[in-house]
């Protein structure tokens, strides 16, 4: 049911949804315009009967991709699935462009270039989706650094010739033990926000200044 659906949406990133329209507890049309509202709303396709047409014509105005008349042709599943396919592949190549220019402006805050008050705006507005809403940490390091095994700790390569790992505080201590236990680095205060990395980042580097 639609309740059930919602539910699923609400604590796994999905995809593609196909759902009909006529559900018990919570109808397609609903289920629809609740998950447009999710941090990661999927891509929908709406499959029904020719009686639910004008209910179809509401969903696709939420956002709905597709509308299939029941019975379902697997030739036009396939169709759709490839279309979808080629849609969610585009949104990732896009984001990952982001995330590289994002990074490059991470590095950029923290080489001491000047930044005004309306470019670091601009900045947060762009980028702040692609960073942390809590507090972080800033680690300098060797001159090389390894890929992190976690997907949420930033890398950033040859800022004033060494390494700079951006870490959520929470996954501070099982990243150092983990994946640095025998490195020397230089651990910032916790911050919060991108207008406070070239704080940070001047903290780490001076703490591995002192540490040497």
């Known amino acids: 049911?639609?309740?059930?659906?919602?539910?699923?949406?609400?604590?796994?990133?999905?995809?593609?949804?196909?759902?009909?329209?006529?559900?018990p507890r919570m109808d397609g049309i609903e289920l629809t315009k609740r998950a447009q509202g999710l941090p990661h709303p999927p891509l929908i396709v709406a499959v029904s009967g020719y009686d639910d047409f004008s209910y179809a014509v509401e969903m696709l105005r939420n956002?709905?991709?597709?509308?299939?008349?029941k019975p379902v042709d697997r030739d036009k599943i396939q169709q759709v699935m490839r279309q979808l396919e080629q849609e969610l592949a585009d949104r990732q190549e896009d984001y990952e462009t982001e995330l590289r220019i994002g990074r490059q402006q991470m590095r950029h805050l923290m080489s001491?270039?000047?930044?005004?008050?309306?470019?670091?705006?601009?900045?947060?507005?762009k980028y702040d989706s692609l960073f942390y809403e809590g507090?972080?940490?800033?680690?300098?390091?060797?001159?090389?650094?390894?890929?992190?095994?976690?997907?949420?700790?930033?890398?950033?390569e040859n800022v004033d010739d060494g390494c700079v790992y951006v870490v959520?505080?929470?996954?501070?201590?099982?990243?150092?033990?983990?994946?640095?236990?025998?490195?020397s680095v230089g651990?910032?205060?916790?911050?919060?926000?991108?207008?406070?990395?070239?704080?940070?980042?001047?903290?780490?580097?001076?703490?591995?200044?002192?540490?040497?």
């Not at 956002?63 to 008349?69: A, C, D, H, I, S």
């Not at 507090?135 to 950033?156: A, D, F, H, S, T």
């Not at 651990?187 to 040497?212: C, D, K, T, V, W």
């Open 168 to 183: 959520e505080e929470d996954d501070l201590q099982p990243f150092l033990k983990n994946e640095l236990p025998d490195a």
């Open 63 to 69: 956002g709905v991709r597709e509308y299939l008349l």
């Open 135 to 156: 507090p972080y940490v800033v680690c300098c390091g060797e001159r090389e650094g390894e890929e992190p095994e976690n997907p949420r700790v930033v890398l950033l």
């Open 1 to 23: 049911n639609g309740e059930e659906a919602l539910g699923v949406l609400e604590t796994q990133q999905i995809d593609v949804m196909f759902t009909d329209i006529r559900m």
């Open 112 to 125: 001491g270039a000047d930044c005004t008050p309306e470019e670091m705006q601009t900045l947060k507005q």
């Open 187 to 212: 651990i910032s205060n916790p911050h919060e926000g991108l207008e406070h990395l070239r704080e940070a980042y001047r903290e780490a580097a001076q703490a591995r200044r002192r540490a040497f």
